[in-house]
């Protein structure tokens, strides 16, 4: 069983609901001096110059050419005003204002790690693209994905040998004991977790909105199994990408970049083990696994099948907007596909 500590810190649903709304309005109110920063040093994001099976990627290009030089790395807004509010909440904390702040060993140290670590990574995969460093712009495969392993399996090893986490839950089922499979499995779906999200970061607000649904599911999740810092934690989150995405819905005044995919990804997938509910990850992450997975069958169809796609474009939001449905229509579409299926997640989440 998993080693959890004998005394869970008590936070209380106003005081959640508090931080989250300081993290929101916090985020707004940095928004126009960071946007007018990113303008001024010309942080646009920069158009793929090829597919990642090396080819021209004309239909992108037809849809996003006009979004060329939009202000990209909000993602930083988004964990800045994470640990901002984290920060603040401790120094409530320590002039006795409060009992307890987020900043919690137990519960929130592993997902603020991951949180920064693949935020700083993020960032200077972003600030490459827009320099035009590397192959296809920004950091090669190579590089990028040895840093998720390093610091995913970073954040297992202290999962497994310090918090004493070895089990996984199958709803309707109980605990799956794995033992030291619990590592592997744990690097996987943070790196899955992250790189799906940032497959996702596609268009405008899309992402952004599905975090807000996911963070939010998992506060519930957290709340109800009296995880209440981390249920604080995923409020603060879901407030956070609130904030950024008032200015991401189309058209976007700046993207979150890979700095906040990246980021926001790891962190959601630690938060699904934290709460023992990494098998109902897939539902409330389920946009995020249906993009990732068309990119893998598009790949894998055109490398089996002499070049042939079962998409007219991947990730499947370029093949809806492809169709015709328009960016707009297929953002929402999705928000509320992804909000349907994170409801079922917390239903299985809390009787399963």
């Keep these: 069983m998993p080693i959890i500590p004998p ?36 942080m646009g994001k920069q158009l793929r110059v090829e597919t990642m099976d090396g080819r021209d990627p004309t239909i992108f290009r037809t849809y996003h050419e006009k979004k060329q030089g939009t202000p990209t790395m909000g993602g930083i807004l988004i964990w800045g005003a994470i640990v901002l509010t984290v920060l ?13 702040s987020l900043l919690q060993r137990g519960q929130v140290y592993l997902p603020l790690f991951v949180l920064i670590s693949l935020g700083v990574l993020g960032a200077v995969d972003d600030y490459l693209n827009i320099i035009g460093v590397g192959k296809k712009r920004g950091l090669n495969a190579l590089p990028k994905i040895l840093s998720l392993i390093l610091i995913s399996g970073a954040a297992a090893l202290w999962f497994y040998f310090k918090l004493g986490y070895n ?10 004991m794995v033992g030291a499979w619990y590592i592997p499995i744990f690097m996987f779906i943070i790196v899955a977790t992250a790189n799906a999200v940032n497959f996702t970061d596609g268009l405008d607000g899309l992402a952004g909105g599905l975090l807000v649904i996911a963070f939010g599911s998992f506060g519930v999740l957290a709340y109800i199994k009296g995880l209440f810092i981390l249920a604080g934690f995923c409020g603060v ?16 005044l700046f993207f979150m970049g890979d700095t906040g995919a ?3 990804g790891g962190a959601l997938g630690v938060i699904a083990m934290m709460i023992d509910q990494v098998l109902v990850l897939p539902l409330i992450g389920f946009v995020f ?13 055109k490398k089996l099948r002499g070049g042939k796609k079962v998409f007219v474009a991947a990730p499947i939001h370029h093949h809806f907007e492809a169709k015709g449905w328009g960016e707009s229509k297929v953002t929402m579409r999705m928000w509320i596909i992804g909000a349907f299926v994170a409801f079922l997640g917390i239903v299985l989440g809390i009787f399963g």
């Design 88 to 100: 603040f909440s401790r120094l409530l904390s320590f002039g006795g204002w409060v009992p307890n």
């Design 7 to 42: 005394v869970r810190p008590e936070l209380s649903l106003v005081a959640i609901l508090g931080y989250a709304a300081f993290a929101f309005f916090v985020g707004l109110a940095l928004t126009p001096s960071f946007v007018q920063f990113l303008k001024k040093n010309r």
């Design 167 to 176: 089990e996984i839950h199958i709803p309707f089922m109980g605990a799956w």
């Design 237 to 252: 989150a879901s407030a956070a990408v609130a904030a950024f995405l008032w200015h991401n819905v189309p058209p976007a």
């Design 262 to 264: 990246l980021a926001l």
């Design 289 to 301: 696994v249906i993009e990732a997975l068309s990119v893998i069958i598009q790949l894998t169809s």
